[in-house]
């Protein structure tokens, strides 16, 4: 370490720790609110999502793959409220989607301003996050890991296909022009993290992976109320989805005992 730079104190890490978790929520007040709204307002009818939003149908599925991803965001910041030391993985989660999200963003032209102080905010969440000592990356339990393989195939094989949407449309195509394929490859690529984390020993894994089955069986069950919506999966692929989706909470299931004990395990102890 540098001459004159103290290391930080647990006190000073958890100091710096609780800034971050404030700073997340405000974050979620003031950032995410209409994308969590209309990821909701997303599953109505057509005509009355149009009377509330005109043009609204016509991005149905784009609404609520942004959507979905402001639910993850927002749940692994207000997980932390609550024994937050075995919560690291919804840390990591989070940070995760809203990378995928911005590089979506930028690789499309656009560039929100407060996606990067998001970003900067949930870096130091999991920089002085207190389940971090106990955090090590590999496999809980095949079932698990074995279950999230083919939510991870399906989800990179939709985020190329998306981007290759996005970048090779033309410049009269909506979707493009508002960078919504690209928000839809980074939902995949949040699904996938999702999943990975999941099956990791990370401490709160489990709630990642659950987080990824909720956001695949939603992303699923809409591809198959709404198959003519612009990046929809449709009826068969839907099914494909929600079936995986199961699969990987039945993995899950079968895990919770290992991902009970790594939530549960005692912090190692710091080197004299």
């Known amino acids: 370490m540098a001459a004159g730079v103290p290391p930080a104190t647990p006190r ?21 609110g209409e994308l969590l709204l209309f990821g909701l307002l997303s599953w109505l009818d057509a005509a009355t999502l149009e009377s509330l939003y005109p043009g609204a149908e016509l991005h149905r599925m784009h609404g609520l793959g942004q959507g979905l991803i402001a639910w993850v965001l927002a749940l692994c ?25 911005t590089a979506a963003a930028l690789l499309s032209g656009l560039l929100d301003p407060l996606a990067i102080v998001g970003i900067i905010v949930l870096a130091a969440l999991v920089w002085f996050h207190p389940g971090q000592r106990r955090a090590s990356f590999r496999p809980v339990k095949p079932a698990v890991l ?17 981007l290759q949407a996005q970048f090779g449309a033309n410049a009269a195509d909506p979707h493009a022009a508002l960078g919504h394929y690209g928000a839809m490859a980074a939902i995949a690529a949040t699904i996938a993290a999702a999943t990975v984390i999941g099956s990791s020993s990370f401490p709160g894994s489990a709630f990642g992976g659950w987080l990824g089955v909720s956001a695949a069986m939603a992303f699923g069950v809409a591809s198959i109320l709404f198959p003519e919506s612009a990046s929809s999966l449709g009826v068969a692929f839907g099914l494909a989805l929600t079936i995986a989706a199961v699969a990987l909470g039945a993995g899950l299931l079968l895990s919770r005992g290992a991902h009970r004990a790594i939530d549960r395990a005692p912090e190692p102890q710091r080197a004299a």
Do not use: H, K, S
């Not at 074995?146 to 998306?162: H, R």
């Open 146 to 162: 074995l279950a999230a393989v083919p939510l991870i195939v399906g989800a990179v094989a939709f985020a190329g296909l998306e």
């Open 77 to 101: 910041i207000v997980v932390q409220l609550w024994r937050p030391q075995e919560q690291f993985a919804a840390a990591v989660l989070g940070l995760a989607a809203l990378l995928a999200y």
């Open 12 to 32: 000073n890490r958890g100091l710096a720790f609780t800034i971050a978790r404030l700073m997340g929520l405000l974050l979620v007040v003031i950032g995410l």
